[in-house]
């Protein structure tokens, strides 16, 4: 539905006009920005490795590092137990590294990034061009600001509000930078949450990463503000590998969101992350995505294929990491961000809303591994189909036998909208002490009848009704989400089920 | 997947060319195909998610020397039998069967020398329709090799239970078949104790007509056994299924339950005690496809474990589309004893139809300290507490069974366990 064409009528305040055309249009980040690309050769191998390597000044033991994951990934076998189907993917027909020509000199400043590229972030609706990055001048009292790192296609364009966090300690750049700057932290914690050899996609994305975020906060730190980053897949037939580390020192905070969006295209798009999160003792991560990838349209056709690797260990005692995501994009969804709950007393949390709609298929959950005493982890996954897609929840629980006293409670709910999709439940429990208690609990059902006559008598449309109940289904997570997140959660929930009933 | 020597269970070759000459013209069609099925298949092995959490080679190796040692003869369900048929080291002990009303019974070795028999129509059939999505190889072995077991017509209301015992001595590796048909408006109770053999493979398929009735309750015991059994049922429209099985101190079991509910407005239930100590591995398997109306599934599992015992639960709900108003429980339960034992679990679902209400639950942990707090202070010593406290945690799975009399037999069976241990 065009919004313009319609009518405003008096009494209507501006905002609510705007609220509603946002919400229009389908997938409202399908656009594609025309900029000029630089594109390593197509295809996979060693020189291609070298090559992403050198273009990101990288160190020796960094290249040596990726080649040998390389050389790894050739002898891994591609997994087949996920509940997804989807054409085989030839690795070699794939664009391994692009980025906009503009940052062949990496741009001293924003000020130098190619002004379309700021356009783009600026239609997604990312302030990168904070006024508070012009040095000395200080965002208003009050105002919640957040830090973001930008990543397009294959790099990082820009990072906000470094100077400021700098000054609190906190390290926040693109990785590449973060090889090159603080070698010694990468090289302490690189790869010792997702260790090279953990699984197909993450070797891939060991081998041939090209940009993602760092994150360091020091002992002792609040991080004074949100930080984010943006990821968004640009060019075609290009594969996105980015690699997220974020370290949480002793008794530090941090609180982290992570959005992307990809422009719509008919050809299926891959997208292979890793997040690695490191909390020391008394540490605390929070770590919250909202993933809109392009789905595909309604007969499935294009979409990104999100295969991401996302794991938080919990090193320290007493440190807690909360994994919150609200998955609506992507045509196949295959994460499962997971804690392993190494020191005493630390804690894991996982809050998921899935939403699959039309041909889209997600298989995700999360693993909680407890290996340290008195250790507590709480799972909370909404899953909700529609259309004719395939939504699975797989997760473990596992209570390790020096895991003395340590608790767990699991709850996945699965809503099904329409005779024509599916809803899955995978967990697995595996409980090798007494001391520990361990609860599951999974439900699957339709909208409920009562609530939509109630408020469809209530005047309210179709789509509408469905769109609040099942907001009202989600309510736990959302509630999870920080506010900003939150808003927009809602928002994607509605967008996401649009077409679904009727 | 290379199909491994065909030569497991029993020494008795797989293509044993007695075997099959001496069969009737339907039973030697069933076992070729099964054979067919089980070579190109090939063997489970450890690292098949299917046999995630037990150890599949333990069923199949060779030259497993296993002593089961008798237990006391237990007069469990002494009142209420009337119908005994006795199994003595893996083969039926005698040859002429008791005739009942309603009901037939044959075995399965005489049905095979004939070349058309009734049990032609599911010997095979059930498990084959069994086979996927998960290949279970075990079973098309035992449809391929078996030559003992009983074949038990119901036509209409079997007033009394029909109770298989069985006997065995020394390592007795048995491959047992039965075949339960049960008509249209029939119902029949099969009871299962002792123990077959040494190492038992044994498969029962049911075929429940529209109307029909079947209840299955099966006691394991034998201290020193190995047992794989499978059940695979198909139950038509307005049917009942109910099977409960009580595991005690066998050393490795494994209890697969393959339903498919073809009819609208039936109900299964599957449920499961065990009592594990020490070295004992106890593996529920359950796979219930809904493949119709308004049908109701439930799946109860308790387990008590204690010294190391480790308990398996792998339960899944199927729901084909159009099954709607499909109503699908399961709950599988955990008491842990001490700090040595282990519950592994998998409960699982998977939906294609909106117009369901399907739930898990599954928990584990330790006695609940303020009961065992409460019961001592009101004088019970602590082991006759804790003894309590087991057998109201097992009680819901023993409320699965309809009759009430069969019920309390199991349960004071239980408490005779309990009490010896």
């Known amino acids: ?85 989807y054409p085989k993917i030839d690795f070699q027909d794939q664009y391994y590294y692009a980025r906009p020509k503009s940052m062949e000199e990496k741009p001293k400043s924003l000020d130098d990034v190619d002004p379309k590229l700021l356009e783009t972030y600026k239609k997604l609706g990312i302030p990168l061009k904070e006024q508070a990055l012009l040095a000395g001048v200080e965002a208003p009292e009050g105002e919640r600001r957040v830090a973001v790192d930008a990543v397009f296609d294959s790099v990082s364009v820009g990072t906000t509000f470094q100077a400021e966090l700098m000054k609190a300690g906190v390290i926040f750049c ?160 295959w994460k499962y961000p997971s804690c392993v709950l190494r020191g005493n007393d630390s804690q894991g949390e996982f809050y998921s809303i899935a939403i699959a709609n039309n041909m889209q298929q997600a298989d995700t959950g999360t693993k909680m591994v407890h290996l340290g005493k008195n250790t507590k982890s709480r799972i909370v996954s909404k899953g909700i189909s529609a259309g004719k897609a395939q939504n699975t929840y797989r997760g473990l629980v596992s209570m390790h036998p020096k895991a003395k006293n340590s608790r767990n409670f699991t709850q996945c709910d699965s809503l099904l909208i329409g005779d024509k999709c599916g809803a899955h439940t995978v967990p697995y429990i595996e409980v090798k002490n007494n001391s520990s208690r361990v609860e599951h609990e999974a439900t699957t059902s339709k909208v409920d009848d009562d609530q939509l006559f109630y408020c469809r008598s209530r005047g309210m449309g179709e789509e509408d009704a469905v769109a609040l109940v099942v907001n009202g289904f989600c309510k736990e997570v959302l509630q999870a989400l920080p506010m900003e997140f939150a808003m927009e959660a809602q928002a994607l929930v509605a967008i996401s089920l649009e077409g679904s009933v009727g | 997947m290379v199909a491994s020597s065909p030569k497991l269970i029993s020494d008795r070759a797989l293509h044993d060319a007695e075997l099959i000459s001496n069969s009737g013209a339907w039973a030697k069609n069933a076992r070729q195909s099964a054979s067919a099925r089980a070579q190109e298949q090939g063997l489970p092995q450890r690292r098949d998610e299917y046999w995630k959490y037990t150890r599949p080679d333990l069923f199949v190796q060779k030259n497993v020397a296993l002593i089961p040692q008798a237990r006391p003869e237990i007069s469990i369900f002494a009142d209420q039998m009337k119908t005994e048929i006795e199994f003595k080291n893996a083969k039926l002990a005698a040859d002429d069967l008791p005739e009942i009303d309603n009901c037939k019974i044959e075995s399965l070795s005489n049905a095979c020398a004939l070349d058309l028999h009734w049990v032609q129509d599911i010997y095979g059939k059930l498990e084959l329709a069994g086979q996927n999505p998960v290949k279970r190889s075990l079973a098309a072995l035992n449809t391929a090799m078996a030559t003992e077991g009983l074949l038990v017509h119901a036509k209409g209301q079997v007033s009394s239970p029909i109770r298989i015992h069985s006997v065995s001595i020394g390592s007795i590796d048995a491959v047992i078949h039965h075949v339960v048909k049960v008509e249209a408006g029939a119902s029949v109770t099969l009871i299962e104790t002792g123990q077959y053999g040494a190492r038992s493979n044994v498969v029962i398929e049911v075929e429940v007509a529209d109307t029909g009735s079947f209840h299955h309750i099966r006691i394991q015991d034998g201290q020193e056994s190995h047992m794989l059994t499978h059940i695979f049922a198909s139950i038509g429209a307005d049917a009942k299924f109910k099977s409960f099985t009580l595991t005690a101190d066998c050393k490795m079991t494994r209890n697969e339950c393959i339903l498919e509910l073809v009819g609208d407005n039936s109900s299964v239930t599957v449920a499961g005690a065990c009592l594990g100590d020490s070295n004992f591995h106890h593996d529920d398997t359950v796979f219930i496809t809904h493949d119709a109306v308004n049908c109701e599934s439930r799946q109860v599992f308790k387990k008590v474990l204690r010294n190391g015992a480790v308990g398996v639960f792998q339960g899944k709900i199927l729901v084909k589309a159009g099954a709607q108003k499909t109503d699908g429980y399961q709950i599988s339960q955990s008491l842990l004893l001490d700090e040595d034992s282990q519950f592994l679990a998998k409960p699982e679902l998977e939906i294609y139809a909106d117009d369901v209400a399907c739930s898990h639950g599954s928990t584990s942990g330790a006695i609940d300290e303020e009961a065992l707090f409460y019961l001592r202070s009101r004088g019970v010593p602590e082991p006759k507490a804790v003894d309590l406290l087991t057998l109201s945690f097992i009680a819901q799975a023993i409320g699965e069974i309809e009759d009430p009399d069969l019920a309390q037999a199991i349960l004071s069976y239980l408490t005779d366990i309990l009490e010896a241990r």
């Open chain 1, 1 to 85: 539905m065009a919004m313009d064409d319609v009518q405003v009528k008096d009494g209507v305040d501006a905002e609510t006009v705007e609220a509603v055309k946002a919400l229009s249009g389908a997938y409202k980040y399908g656009w594609n920005t025309e900029i000029e690309m630089e594109y390593a050769p197509k295809g996979l191998s060693e020189d291609i490795v070298r090559l992403i390597s050198s273009k990101n000044d990288e160190p020796e033991w960094m290249l040596d590092w990726r080649l040998a994951a390389y050389r790894r990934w050739l002898e891994l076998i591609e997994p087949d137990w996920a509940m997804v189907d």
């Open chain 1, 174 to 333: 693109s990785i590449s930078e973060a090889i090159r700057e603080h070698p010694e932290l990468v090289r302490k914690y690189l790869g010792t949450v997702v260790p090279v050899s953990d699984n197909y996609y993450a070797t891939l994305n060991c081998a041939v990463f090209s940009d993602g975020s760092f994150v360091y906060i020091p002992p002792g730190v609040r991080c004074p503000m949100e930080l984010s980053t943006y990821f968004r897949i640009n060019a075609e037939n290009t594969g996105q590998f980015e690699r997220t580390l974020i370290i949480a020192d002793k008794e530090s905070y941090v609180s982290y969101l992570e959005g992307c969006t990809a422009p719509q295209r008919d050809i299926a798009q891959l997208h292979a992350a890793v997040v690695e999160l490191i909390a020391l003792d008394d540490a605390e991560i929070k770590y919250s995505t909202v993933q809109n990838w392009y789905p595909g349209d309604e007969n499935g056709k294009g979409g990104i294929y999100n295969f991401v690797t996302k794991r938080a260990d919990c090193r320290g005692d007493r440190s807690k990491v909360m994994w919150t995501q609200v998955e609506t994009g992507s045509a196949v969804t």
